[in-house]
């Protein structure tokens, strides 16, 4: 993938892409090499492997974008540009703050059963369309304010869902898994793009949208896809839409339920194996008399070219 460096952005992407491409040699592998051959440091990440003492890196090919003429990983793609667009750290207030520590993790729902004609309904893009809506740097208090942020219509990758995705988990708190040449330690980093707003923001909306889906009879929830019996399908459809966001009907047929991440629905059949059924509820809603009319109304003022 080839981009123009026809703006600002681009170029100080580019810049850091070569800048760190002097620093350390890629290699593009396949597969990684066994860790415990390794003598000598690595920082283990998803796609790629970094040894700083010997300025090399891995590369996973299967996740390498070649972009800016430098290959690279979706992760440090996503993380050049919140390091180039959102320089400064974001500020909050103590109450804010303690509020936002408060961390969600995505809604997850199983209530095993068989639903003899179900349908799975998919909110389209989630993670994407959400930050869309309210900006990378949001100012969110939940159940307070919700102070829209810039919009990253010049993201690069816009189109690539784990590189889009990132944007949001880089808010968090970091940390790097190392392999010492012995053994293996984790390690606490400094994240200068520490925004815990974006990413509660992200679950808030999606853990009152998974209430509302079980309200309506969903017997399934996992982040941003739900099963429910197909006459209850386009009611959630439409309350989706209430919020802005696009869902539609993915797979229909006879579903099966068994456990979280474990379901099988008209021709998509489960890979996982599961003994016996596990019930699972995690799902922490917000008000959404004061959330919904918030959401929506920022919503309707942001770009729709952004929604992919």
């Given amino acids: 993938m080839e981009l123009q460096f026809t703006t600002l952005v681009n170029k100080n992407l580019a ?10 040699t890629p290699e593009m592998i396949t597969h990684f090499p066994s860790i415990v051959d390794m003598k000598t440091k690595v920082i283990l990440g998803s796609f790629s492997w970094t040894m700083p003492f010997l300025r090399r890196r891995f590369i996973d090919t299967a996740n390498c974008i070649d972009i800016f003429g430098v290959e690279q990983t979706p992760t ?26 408060k961390q969600k993790t995505h809604p997850l729902y199983a209530n095993p059963c068989v639903i003899e004609s179900a349908a799975y309904v998919d909110l389209k ?18 159940n307070k304010f919700v102070g829209k942020g810039r919009n990253v219509e010049d993201f690069p990758l816009p189109d690539h869902k784990p590189a889009r995705n990132a944007l949001v988990s880089m808010g968090l708190p970091s940390s790097s898994r190392i392999w010492t040449g012995s053994n293996f330690n984790v390690e ?37 896809g739900y099963i429910l019996p197909i006459e209850q399908a386009d009611a959630l459809i439409y309350y989706i839409g209430e919020w802005g966001l696009k869902a539609k009907i993915k797979e229909t047929g006879r579903a099966q339920i068994y456990a979280a991440g474990a379901y099988s629905i008209g ?6 194996i599961v003994h016996g059924y596990v019930p699972h509820s995690y799902i922490h809603p917000e008000d959404e008399s004061w959330l919904l009319p918030r959401f929506a109304r920022l919503k309707a003022t942001s770009n729709p070219l952004l929604d992919i």
């Fill in 15 to 24: 810049r850091l892409a070569h800048e760190r491409r002097e620093k350390l």
């Fill in 76 to 101: 440090e793609i996503s993380r050049d540009y919140l390091r180039v667009v959102f320089p400064d750290r974001l500020r909050a207030t103590g109450s804010q703050v303690e509020e936002l520590k």
């Fill in 125 to 142: 893009s989630a993670y994407w369309s959400i930050m869309n809506a309210v900006g990378w740097n949001v100012d969110y208090f939940p």
């Fill in 188 to 224: 606490t980093t400094n994240n200068p793009n520490l925004n815990l707003g974006i990413f509660r923001l992200v679950q808030d909306v999606l853990h009152t949208i998974a209430w509302k889906a079980v309200e309506l009879g969903a017997k399934y929830v996992h982040t941003d």
């Fill in 267 to 272: 021709e998509h059949k489960i890979h996982r």
